[in-house]
């Protein structure tokens, strides 16, 4: 079965600092990788995703992920974070095996906060 | 294009009570999946809809949770009786069922059951 962790609960960082989130699956076969990310009182909105390809992927909001699979890692990077940036982000593994997003498993999350 | 929409987006019950929450997804969309929220143990996947046609529930908790999608802008999610444990973020969601398709959420529905 596959399984997501997002080993960081919570990360506090300056504004202007760089980020990285951690994320590690578990999963048989290629696995599909996302990244959502939930402000507060919002549901998720999708920052990024991998399918195949180039392992560096470029999301929104200048956000990039790296996907190593000698790792088992999908890593979220944003070299200049903002105050807006503060929110949940979830990381998920996708099963796409019968054609459809049926099998997506989310991480527990990984709470971003700013400092000034 | 309006987005995934929930409703109410917050619900306080009392134990015992029938809870109904609603959700109509992005037209077009042939998915539809229902998540609950909790901190205890983040996003779980309930129940899913193909073509209104209920996929897998096996994340449904117990026969207290039942979830219909009639046609293909509105589904339901209720709880009969609610109880506290009960309590979480209920999320609706809805895409392409098709490769390269990611979910759209809405903003979820509140719950709290005293």
């Known amino acids: 079965a596959q399984s997501v962790t997002q080993p960081d609960i919570h990360i506090t960082v300056s504004e202007g600092a760089s980020l990285e989130l951690r994320c590690n699956y578990s999963?048989?076969?290629?696995?599909?990788l996302f990244w959502y990310v939930q402000s507060p009182g919002q549901g998720l909105q999708l920052l990024l995703k991998?399918?195949?390809?180039?392992?560096l992927v470029q999301g929104i909001k200048g956000f990039e992920a790296e996907f190593k699979r000698s790792q088992s890692s999908f890593n979220l990077r944003k070299p200049s974070v903002h105050w807006s940036d503060a929110a949940e982000y979830f990381c998920?593994?996708?099963?796409?095996?019968?054609?459809?997003?049926?099998?997506?498993?989310f991480g527990k999350g990984t709470h971003l906060i700013i400092q000034p | 294009d309006a987005g995934v929409i929930q409703s109410p987006r917050h619900e306080v019950t009392e134990m015992g009570q029938e809870v109904t929450l609603r959700c109509k997804p992005i037209?077009?969309?042939?998915?539809l999946f229902w998540y609950r929220q909790t901190m205890m143990r983040g996003l779980e996947l309930l129940i899913y809809?193909?073509?209104?046609?209920?996929?897998?529930d096996s994340g449904m908790p117990e026969d207290r949770f039942s979830a219909k999608m009639p046609n293909a802008s509105f589904s339901t999610l209720k709880i009969q009786p609610s109880e506290p444990r009960d309590s979480a973020v209920y999320f609706c969601?809805?895409?392409?069922?098709?490769?390269?398709?990611?979910?759209?959420f809405g903003n979820g529905t509140r719950l709290t059951v005293t």
């Open positions: 991998y399918f195949s390809g180039d392992t």
């Open positions: 969601a809805s895409s392409w069922d098709r490769l390269n398709s990611p979910l759209h």
């Open positions: 999963y048989g076969a290629t696995p599909y």
């Open positions: 037209s077009g969309h042939n998915s």
């Open positions: 998920a593994v996708g099963d796409f095996s019968g054609g459809g997003a049926d099998g997506l498993t």
């Open positions: 809809f193909n073509n209104n046609v209920p996929i897998d």
